[in-house]
């Protein structure tokens, strides 16, 4: 059987195998549609009607072909939809959530790219540190969001793709007595005056919970939303501020030094959405683009 012919068969079993209803159903003459059954049984050798003095009743090979049948063309119908939505320019809207230090740094192209090769998508981008993002995609405030590992989502509800690998280090002005220490561990942080991402930013309890575990007593002075405030206190004080590793590409500055850690907190950056089992064309086409971004970024 064709596609068609399966729809007609489907038709009949839903009609409660009344080939006379069927056939006003789908448009077609009773004969055409009993001769196109009885040439398929005689083909295959099967029945999948049992005939019996004034109706059809489905045989057993009839009720199993039928269940088979209707996937079939629930399969055959989602093709199609997705085939045509393909052919059509790229619409829609896509709630994007970036930490603000993670927008600055890595999504700048990325984004821009996107786009501007999909002017008719509109991107709407939720620009908040990624403990309060986590929040917000569990709750369908976005669709996708750029969180750091750990996270605290259910891995059987959400997917989690790493796209960048990294470190935290400290940065200080080049007049700091830490700035020349090759590397720096956790103790020399204990007491030292420090600015650093309010608590709406994951690196916030990343680096309570180290100093906690370290067990040391920060002084943190400062708590700002934004990453290049935190690097400018650091200039002509003692303050020093804890940061991923690649701020420094985004550095221009002389007054600023990049100090490793002996024992880092990783920085791992991750791509996140809800599990679903159909995504809107543009955020599927947005992930897509994303991934494939990042990962030819990694093999350059």
Not at 97 to 121: C, H, K, R, T, Y
Not at 223 to 251: A, C, E, G, Q
Not at 270 to 291: D, G, N, T, V, W
């Amino acid at each position: 059987m064709d596609i068609k012919q399966l729809q007609y068969f489907i038709a009949i079993v839903e009609c409660d195998c009344n080939l006379s209803k069927a056939a006003k159903k789908i448009h077609i003459s009773q004969p055409a549609l009993s001769k196109m059954i009885r040439e398929f049984e005689k083909k295959e050798d099967i029945l999948l009607f049992e005939r019996q003095v004034d109706r059809l009743k489905l045989s057993p090979a009839g009720e199993s072909f039928f269940q088979c049948a209707k996937d079939l063309i629930k399969q055959y119908d989602q093709m199609m939809t997705q085939l045509r939505e393909g052919a059509l320019k790229l619409t829609g809207k896509v709630r994007i959530g970036i930490p603000p230090l993670i927008l600055s740094a890595l999504f700048s192209e990325v984004l821009s790219d996107f786009i501007i090769e999909n002017p008719q998508v509109k991107v709407e981008v939720i620009e908040v540190g990624a403990y309060e993002l986590e929040k917000q995609l569990i709750m369908q405030e976005v669709d996708i969001a750029i969180l750091l590992n750990p996270t605290m989502l259910c891995k059987e509800s959400f997917e989690e793709v790493l796209l960048l690998e990294d470190t935290l280090c400290a940065f200080m002005s080049p007049d700091n007595p830490l700035a020349s220490q090759e590397k720096l561990s956790w103790a020399q942080l204990d007491g030292q005056p420090m600015a650093i991402f309010d608590s709406s930013f994951m690196i916030h309890h990343q680096l309570m919970r180290e100093f906690e575990i370290q067990g040391i007593q920060p002084n943190i002075l400062i708590t700002s939303l934004y990453w290049d405030y935190l690097l400018r206190t650091t200039i002509k004080t003692d303050l020093v501020t804890i940061l991923p590793s690649p701020i420094m590409d985004y550095v221009h500055d002389a007054k600023v030094a990049q100090v490793d850690m002996e024992e880092p907190i990783l920085w791992h950056v991750l791509l996140c959405r809800p599990k679903k089992k159909y995504y809107s064309q543009a955020e599927a086409h947005m992930f897509k683009h994303i991934m494939e971004y990042f990962n030819s970024e990694v093999k350059k």
